[in-house]
T-cell receptor
Framework: NAGVMQNPRHLVRRRGQEARLRCSPV?????VYWYRQLPEEGLKFMVY????????ESGMPKERFSAEFPKEGPSILRIQQVVRGDSAAYFC?????????????FGPGTRLTVL | DAKTTQPPSMDCAEGRAANLPCNHS???????VYWYRQIHSQGPQYIIH???NNETNEMASLIITEDRKSSTLILPHATLRDTAVYYC?????????????FGDGTTLTVKP
């Protein structure tokens, strides 16, 4: 069974460009979470999505950031007009629809560098 | 989600047991204790979780106090590859509970 897949693993963008980060959850998982980890810091929650719905975006910056999880295909985290402060590792996690517990499986991350 | 408190760092000799404590004094009755680790900026790896009872799997054991205000993750025979940042998280068990709140974790260094 494949785990959570993220691509690209490394992404370099110049200031003002757009960054698109993709996350394919574990097969059968319908819940996706995005986290950001700035250098030398812990993981910070950004957004929680189910298929075609944003459930909790309380950790998402109000501007330039958006996320989607379409009915078909991977979840996308989109950052418009990137700035140097967006340089970080972005991790995606997925979980199944269990009513017992919520074990989130994490992907390897996408490391975004903004020049 | 309840706040957790962990020591910032710990050392352990290779082959010995590593005991990582976590305080979660404000934990609610429906919140589970989860442990993850992150090895050198890789994605966090799930280790174990529990509600009330002690739990054991192939990676570790989790001891939860009777009042549930603290827990200890035990790696029975630590190896150099167990060097990582270990995160203790408490979260409601239901899937739609959403986000995990990661603190600073404990940096465990296993030494030869």
């Amino acid at each position: 069974n494949a785990g959570v897949m993220q691509n690209p693993r490394h992404l370099v963008r110049r200031r003002g460009q757009e960054a698109r980060l993709r996350c394919s959850p574990v097969k059968g998982h319908s819940h996706v979470y995005w986290y950001r980890q700035l250098p030398e810091e812990g993981l910070k929650f950004m957004v929680y999505l189910q298929k075609e719905n944003i459930i909790d975006e309380s950790g998402m910056p109000k501007e330039r950031f958006s996320a989607e999880f379409p009915k078909e295909g991977p979840s996308i985290l989109r950052i418009q007009q990137v700035v140097r402060g967006d340089s970080a590792a972005y991790f995606c996690a997925s979980s199944t629809t269990s009513v017992v517990y919520n074990e989130q499986f994490f992907g390897p991350g996408t490391r975004l560098t903004v020049l | 989600d309840a706040k957790t408190t962990q020591p910032p760092s710990m050392d352990c000799a290779e082959g010995r047991a590593a005991n990582l404590p976590c305080n979660h004094s404000t934990i609610s009755g429906n919140e589970y204790v989860y442990w993850y680790r992150q090895i050198h900026s890789q994605g966090p790896q799930y280790i174990i979780h529990g509600l009330k009872n002690n739990e054991t799997n192939e990676m570790a054991s989790l001891i939860i106090t009777e009042d549930r205000k603290s827990s200890t993750l035990i790696l029975p025979h630590a190896t150099l590859r167990d060097t990582a940042v270990y995160y203790c998280i408490v979260r409601v068990g239901k899937t739609n509970a959403g986000k995990s709140t990661f603190g600073d974790g404990t940096t465990l260094t296993v030494k030869p």
